[in-house]
């Protein structure tokens, strides 16, 4: 009887490419997890208590180019200017203006409206145009 050992077979399993498949599929679940959800950062935002909001009506303050002062359309003269502005804006918080001055105007006129501003901290803001080029050739 002829009894020789049995070969064990060796069997192994390749895994190189299963680990570039790995690291394929672990980049893919990374891509797309962070696409999923983009705000990650979970943040206690404060609570207000006051259920009211402040709603901002700018004051226009109109300038001619004869030097007509007007706020809100209605005409001011520029002594008297100052006192109708702190009237206006007694209840107000953060008061905002709007400016609309005639480009033919001095600067100074200008300097000084913005100055009244600065005094009664009146954020001002100067309107202009976008018509163009106003050149003259």
Known sequence: MNLRKRRERNTEVYTASLSDIMFFLL??????STLATPNVLKLLLPNSKASTQSIKHPITISVTSDLQ?????TPVSAEL???TLR??????????????IDK???????????????????KMVLA???SGNTTKK
Not at 27 to 32: D, G, H, N, R, S
Not at 87 to 100: E, S, V
Not at 104 to 122: A, F, P, T, Y
């Open 27 to 32: 980049l893919f679940f990374l891509i797309t």
């Open 128 to 130: 202009t145009s976008t």
């Open 69 to 73: 002062y007007a706020v809100n359309n």
């Open 81 to 83: 200017m100052e006192e």
């Open 104 to 122: 033919s105007v001095e600067v100074q006129n200008l300097v000084d409206m913005l100055d009244i501003g600065n005094r009664l901290k009146i």
């Open 87 to 100: 009237a206006i804006i007694k209840d107000q918080t953060d008061p905002t203006a709007l400016l609309k």
